[in-house]
């Protein structure tokens, strides 16, 4: 039985982690497809320490790169969210918008659905401004952000990426409450 959702949208679930999802999140931040436009995929320990953050962030602020689940089946696809971040660029700190899933939940539009529902949430949070980004090559999560009304804020060298020539070119797109 899965816990309690914190929201939902349509089709999915949001909520706390669970000790069953560290495995099949462990899976999906290793599968290199899954990680392409990431300059490493996660060690389990990483995941696991990723997972823990996350846990302590929905505590301390309301919201996280929530688990999410299928409702129809109660699966868990991985997660979709907010984020403190706080890297070496003008627009930071900040409460970034993110998505990893499973691929085999890919292409059903499922990191839209859940990129919108996690945009309201976080205006009904109160939150004035939700950034996304992405490297420029990574077309589908930029695709996904536009289909979400997010505009684009501004193009930037990623200070964390400043040994990768393919993915140090990024984009950063806005979403800001009326």
Request: glycine fraction near 6%; aromatic fraction near 12%; charge should be negative.
């Amino acid at each position: 039985m899965n816990p309690p959702y914190i929201f939902r949208s349509e089709r999915l679930g949001f909520r706390d982690w669970v000790d069953s999802d560290i495995p099949q999140m462990i899976e999906i931040s290793a599968n290199e497809q899954v990680m392409e436009f990431f300059p490493y995929v996660a060690t389990p320990d990483q995941t696991r320490t990723f997972i823990l953050k996350m846990q302590e962030m929905l505590v301390k602020t309301g919201f996280c790169y929530f688990a999410v689940d299928r409702l129809d089946t109660n699966e868990f696809i991985g997660f979709i969210g907010l984020c403190e971040q706080d890297f070496a660029v003008d627009f930071c700190p900040c409460i970034d918008l993110g998505w990893r899933l499973s691929p085999k939940h890919w292409g059903v539009g499922f990191a839209t659905e859940g990129a919108k529902k996690c945009l309201e949430y976080a205006h009904q949070l109160g939150i004035k401004e939700i950034l996304s980004t992405a490297p420029e090559v990574n077309v589908k999560s930029i695709n996904i952000m536009q289909k979400i009304g997010m505009n684009e804020h501004i193009k930037f060298k990623h200070p964390r990426l400043v040994n990768n020539q393919y993915l140090i070119n990024c984009v950063c797109y806005s979403s800001k409450a009326n």
